[in-house]
C-alpha cells in the first residue's frame, strides 16, 4: 500500500518569502501521479500544482513549484513571494496511474501560517 | 458552472443514530469520491461510485455505505452513529474513471458532530 508523509505539522512563512513544504512517499509502483492540495479555512480543497511520475521535469503553476526526486520518493512544494491567502493547511496525495479510479492517498497535512 | 454541492454542511447527531450525506458533482462529472477528514486521522478514502456501482472502498466498516444515482448524484450513509463518526465529510467529482485520467474537485463537505 502507499503511503504519504508529511514531517512538518506547521510552518511559518513572512510574507514576500518563500517557504518550502516537505513530502515523502512509499510506493512499488513505476508510475504515479503526485499532487498538493491547499485547504482554506473555508474547508474547500483546491488543487495547487500535479506532477506527473514519468515527466522528469519539475512542474511549476505561477509562484507555485515542486522539486521532484523520484528515486528518493520526494515531493516538496516551494511557494514564492508568499501572500497572505497562501495561509491554509496544504495537503501531499498520491494516485495511482496504474489503477482504475480516482482515490487519492493524502499526507497529515502542513499547516502554512504567513505573517505579515 | 456549480461546483460540487454537499448537504447539509452541519449536522449533529446522537450516538446510535444514522445520517445521510449527499453530494451534487459537477455537471458532467460521473465519478464521486467521499473522504473522511478528522485530526487523528486525516484525510481517508471512503469510497467511490462511477456510473451508479461502488468502484473502490477503502478500510471503513459496514456502517458507512453510499450509493449513486442514474444523474450522477451521491449519498453517503453511516448507520449507528459512534462519537468517533464525528468529521467533515469531503465529497470529490471527476469525469471519468479510467487509469491517469481525471482532477478531482472537492465540495465544502458536510461537517458531522456526533453527541
Known amino acids: 500500500a502507499q503511503t504519504v508523509t508529511q514531517s512538518q505539522p506547521e510552518m511559518s512563512v513572512q510574507e514576500a518569502e518563500t517557504v518550502t513544504l516537505s513530502c515523502t512517499y512509499d510506493?512499488?509502483?513505476?508510475?504515479?501521479?503526485l499532487f498538493w492540495y491547499k485547504q482554506p479555512p473555508s474547508r474547500q480543497m483546491i488543487l495547487v500544482i500535479r506532477q506527473e511520475a514519468y515527466k522528469q521535469q519539475n512542474a511549476t503553476e505561477n509562484r507555485f513549484s515542486v522539486n521532484f526526486q523520484k528515486a528518493a520518493k520526494s515531493f516538496s512544494l516551494k511557494i514564492s513571494d508568499s501572500q497572505l491567502g497562501d495561509a491554509a493547511m496544504y495537503f501531499c496525495a498520491y494516485r495511482s496511474a496504474t489503477e482504475y479510479g480516482n482515490k487519492l492517498v493524502f499526507g497529515a497535512g502542513t499547516i502554512l501560517r504567513v505573517k505579515s | 458552472k456549480a461546483g460540487v454541492t454537499q448537504t447539509p454542511r452541519y449536522l449533529i447527531k446522537t450516538r446510535g443514530q444514522q445520517v445521510t450525506l449527499s453530494c451534487s458533482p459537477i455537471s458532467g462529472h460521473r465519478s464521486v469520491s467521499w473522504y473522511q477528514q478528522t485530526p487523528g486521522q486525516g484525510l481517508q478514502f471512503l469510497f467511490e461510485?462511477?456510473?451508479?456501482?461502488?468502484?473502490n472502498k477503502g478500510n471503513f466498516p459496514g456502517r458507512f455505505s453510499g450509493r449513486q444515482f442514474s444523474n450522477s448524484r451521491s449519498e453517503m450513509n453511516v448507520s449507528t452513529l459512534e462519537l468517533g463518526d464525528s468529521a467533515l465529510y469531503l465529497c470529490a467529482s471527476s469525469l471519468s474513471f479510467r487509469v491517469g485520467t481525471g482532477e478531482l474537485f472537492f465540495g465544502e463537505g458536510s461537517r458531522l458532530t456526533v453527541l
Open positions: 461510485y462511477f456510473s451508479e456501482t461502488q468502484r
Open positions: 510506493t512499488s509502483e513505476s508510475d504515479y501521479y
